[in-house]
């Protein structure tokens, strides 16, 4: 069975992301996109992914629940889990490693997390992404497999805050894939698997890139399955 999947999505809570990300609108707007597969995958943090379940329940989507985590090296990397209760649980062991000053609003966003009705719960008063971890790329990688989650670099091709941009080359380690953002990047994949996400932080991002699998069933263990043999796709199906 083909599937297109968007693994790379951001929503109100990430302070660069637009506040009409509310997991329910990116759901939705993903359903509109012919899209099968989403992932929530703030910076450094899970907290909207219990919202976002009963969103793509709503809307006949299969979610992923994870973050964008910075690692010490300031590069980006996608952890990626089957329940939000897990994504959650690694949230809290990430927060007890990253360090970064208090969001101001009004300069770098909001970072608010919803409930189901999208009733804001809660803000972040850490700033997400003006941080980092204390966690390397290899290390929080063992960890993210600890966990249960799937390793994926995040745009490795990018000109910051990527593989490329801080070390210049791609450590030999165990990921599950690599995401990249063109058909011809800057470093090498080698035989990894490689993916494609929007990276969306406004609703007509979502499903500009993502990955076609052929999933043997809508499971996190045959999506990681399929990621091996995943197609990156990289102009939105019309």
Do not use: W
């Not at 976002?52 to 964008?68: D, I, K, N, T, V």
């Amino acid at each position: 069975m083909k599937v297109r999947a968007d693994l790379h999505i951001h929503s109100c809570l990430s302070p660069c992301g637009d506040l009409s990300m509310a997991p329910r609108d990116i759901a939705r707007t993903a359903r509109e996109r012919e899209l099968d597969i989403v992932a929530l995958t703030d910076h450094n943090s899970a907290l909207n992914c219990p919202a976002f379940r009963s969103a793509c329940s709503e809307f006949g989507l299969y979610p992923l629940f994870g973050m964008e985590v910075t690692t010490a090296e300031e590069l980006h990397c996608l952890a990626l889990f089957g329940r939000p209760e897990e994504a959650l649980r690694f949230g809290d062991f990430i927060a007890k490693h990253y360090v970064g000053p208090g969001n101001i609003p009004e300069k770098f966003g909001d970072q608010v997390y919803l409930d189901e009705e999208e009733n804001i719960l809660g803000e972040v008063e850490v700033n997400l992404t003006q941080g980092a971890c204390d966690l390397g790329l290899s290390e929080l990688g063992r960890e993210i497999h600890n966990y249960g989650g799937l390793f994926i670099p995040a745009h490795i091709d990018r000109p910051s805050f990527s593989v490329a941009s801080q070390l210049g080359f791609l450590p030999p380690d165990d990921y599950d894939a690599l995401e990249v953002t063109q058909p011809q990047g800057l470093l090498d994949t080698g035989d990894f698997p490689r993916t494609a996400g929007s990276d969306a932080h406004y609703p007509e991002d979502i499903g500009k890139r993502c990955t076609e699998l052929d999933v043997t069933e809508l499971s996190f263990h045959a999506i990681g399955k399929a990621l091996k043999k995943g197609k990156p796709l990289f102009s939105r199906k019309k």
